[in-house]
């Protein structure tokens, strides 16, 4: 199956800037969907944006207007452009794919965001 490996996660001033990356070992057009999640300490884990095969994003609200995400079907990657970060923005953010349906079930190892006031 699909494996997925993010990376771009670090330590980040509000107000600055991440792009974070995740490269899939197959055609990223294969899948029916991907998104990026994230999971702050002692939270459930939830969605901020998708990219459906089609290329239709969704966002969550709380990222809307600061957060891209995009993806290269060339290099088989998704990017999630992170812009005017804020400390809540800090959890692992997690890639993953809904290879058939509508349900995530692949999932990447996580990278820390953390963005400091």
């Known amino acids: 199956q699909v494996q997925l490996v993010e990376s771009g996660g670090g330590l980040v001033q509000a107000g600055g800037s991440l792009r974070l990356s995740c490269a899939a070992s197959e055609r990223i057009f294969s899948l029916n969907a991907m998104g990026w999640y994230r999971q702050a300490p002692g939270k459930q884990r939830d969605m901020v944006a998708s990219?459906?095969?089609?290329?239709?994003?969704n966002y969550v609200d709380s990222v809307k207007d600061r957060f891209t995400i995009s993806r290269s079907l060339v290099k088989n990657t998704m990017y999630l452009q992170m812009n005017s970060l804020k400390p809540e923005d800090t959890a692992v953010y997690y890639c993953?794919?809904?290879?058939?349906?509508?349900?995530?079930?692949?999932w990447g190892q996580g990278t820390q965001v953390t963005v400091s006031s």
């Open positions: 990219i459906t095969r089609g290329g239709i994003t």
């Open positions: 993953a794919a809904a290879r058939i349906d509508s349900r995530y079930d692949v």
